[in-house]
């Protein structure tokens, strides 16, 4: 790229990594899912296998906008601010759909009290009449052997 234009575009290098087009997938989603929020209906959100997919396309753009401080002639690619600002987006709404499915309150079955028996505790209380033992306060670096020099 940087060859034959004399600049590093990140936008095509990125098409057909399936990364941009994971990001335009959620972002429907995430219309869909203030279309559905209205109606109150609840749909599966995301992945954390997405969400690392999306993470490790957000560390790409943070590298490119970073380099394009570094050499803002060679990497002038304009639109990553647009899509690093699209792609926090989505990253923060995956984030809070996984974190709102695993806040949802599981069904536990909790045995009834009253029925089960009493029984005796196997644990063994610890005895506090011995004196404890003496605690080696020397520093690790005196207690391992030093390597020659």
Do not use: C
Not at 32 to 49: A, E, F, I, V
Not at 69 to 79: L, S
């Amino acid at each position: 790229m940087h060859k034959r234009s004399g600049s590093v575009e990140l936008l095509p290098a990125l098409k057909g990594t399936g990364l941009l087009e994971t990001m335009e997938s959620l972002e429907k989603d995430m219309l869909l899912d203030s279309q559905d929020n209205s109606n109150g209906t609840t749909r599966p959100k995301t992945t954390p296998t997405i969400l690392l997919r999306l993470e490790g396309l957000h560390r790409v753009v943070v590298f490119y906008v970073w380099m394009r401080f570094r050499n803002p002639v060679i990497y002038a690619d304009i639109g990553i601010d647009d899509l690093k600002q699209r792609l926090e987006k989505v990253l923060n709404w995956g984030l809070a759909s996984i974190s709102n499915q695993l806040a949802r309150p599981r069904e536990v079955h909790t045995p009834d009290l009253a029925l089960a028996s009493p029984k005796k505790s196997t644990i063994e209380e610890p005895n506090h009449d011995s004196p404890a033992p003496p605690i080696d306060r020397t520093p690790d670096i005196l207690a391992s052997p030093q390597p020659p020099l």
